[in-house]
């Protein structure tokens, strides 16, 4: 048997013959060549999706542990400002004289009772204290904004005012102006350490 002889054929056959080879070429190179290399470049286009992924994940924990570690310094400088806010314990004369000096200071009659010391389950200890206090209006609110700009911590539970028409205060400005006497009576917790 003989191979195919290339000079016998025609032309026509010989075009049809470098045709096929032309796509058997194209197929081969595509198989074995091209559609291996898409795959590997669509793999390495998800492999750097993950690790930008990865690494995008790793920054935001990263971002997150500085701003914990930011956060406890910030946490740290201000304990000294946050302690100053309890009253140390053996010092409740103290505050009870800044109490005093602002109701003198105010020109305000006042009782201040404590209560008994409760444990809050923590370091501090809660006292609770009473303030009845007796002026004009004004100054017993010029006495509440004096203690809430203490530097103590002072939580007002409960605040009531009366007025008594039936008494009346001179003003110190004017003699003959009058103006109706206020009670309050102020409840708080103050803190101990």
Same mark, same amino acid.
């Given at each position: #048997?003989?191979?195919?002889?290339?000079?016998?054929? %025609?032309?026509?056959?010989?075009?049809?013959?470098?045709?096929?080879?032309?796509?058997?070429?194209?197929?081969?190179?595509?198989?074995?060549?091209?559609?291996?290399?898409?795959?590997?470049?669509?793999?390495?286009? *998800?492999?750097?999706?993950?690790?930008?992924n990865?690494?995008?994940?790793?920054?935001? %924990?990263?971002?997150?542990?500085?701003?914990?570690? %930011?956060?406890?310094? *910030?946490?740290?400088?201000? *304990?000294?400002?946050?302690?100053?806010?309890?009253?140390?314990?053996?010092?409740?004369?103290?505050? *009870?004289?800044?109490?005093?000096n602002?109701a003198?200071?105010?020109?305000?009659?006042?009782?201040?009772?404590?209560g008994?010391?409760?444990?809050?389950?923590?370091?501090?200890?809660?006292?609770?204290?009473?303030?009845?206090?007796n002026?004009q209006?004004?100054?017993?609110?010029?006495?509440?904004?004096?203690?809430?700009?203490?530097?103590?911590?002072?939580?007002?539970?409960?605040? %009531?005012?009366?007025?008594?028409?039936?008494?009346?205060?001179?003003?110190?400005?004017?003699?003959?102006?009058?103006?109706?006497?206020?009670? #309050?009576?102020?409840?708080?917790?103050?803190?101990?350490?």
């Open positions: #048997m003989q191979l195919l002889n290339i000079n016998k054929i %025609n032309n026509k056959q010989k075009i049809f013959i470098y045709i096929i080879l032309f796509v058997f070429s194209i197929y081969f190179f595509a198989h074995y060549f091209y559609f291996p290399s898409i795959t590997d470049i669509n793999n390495y286009i *998800i492999s750097i999706n993950n690790i930008k990865e690494l995008a994940d790793k920054n935001i %924990n990263g971002q997150t542990i500085e701003q914990s570690t %930011n956060s406890i310094e *910030i946490i740290n400088n201000n *304990i000294e400002n946050i302690e100053k806010i309890y009253i140390k314990k053996d010092e409740e004369l103290k505050f *009870i004289t800044d109490l005093e602002l003198k200071k105010n020109n305000i009659q006042q009782r201040i009772i404590l008994d010391q409760k444990d809050s389950g923590s370091k501090y200890k809660e006292l609770p204290i009473q303030i009845n206090a002026s209006f004004n100054n017993l609110i010029k006495q509440l904004n004096n203690i809430e700009n203490l530097d103590y911590a002072v939580n007002i539970t409960s605040i %009531n005012f009366n007025s008594d028409k039936n008494s009346l205060l001179p003003l110190l400005i004017n003699e003959e102006t009058t103006q109706l006497k206020t009670t #309050m009576t102020l409840s708080a917790i103050i803190y101990i350490k």
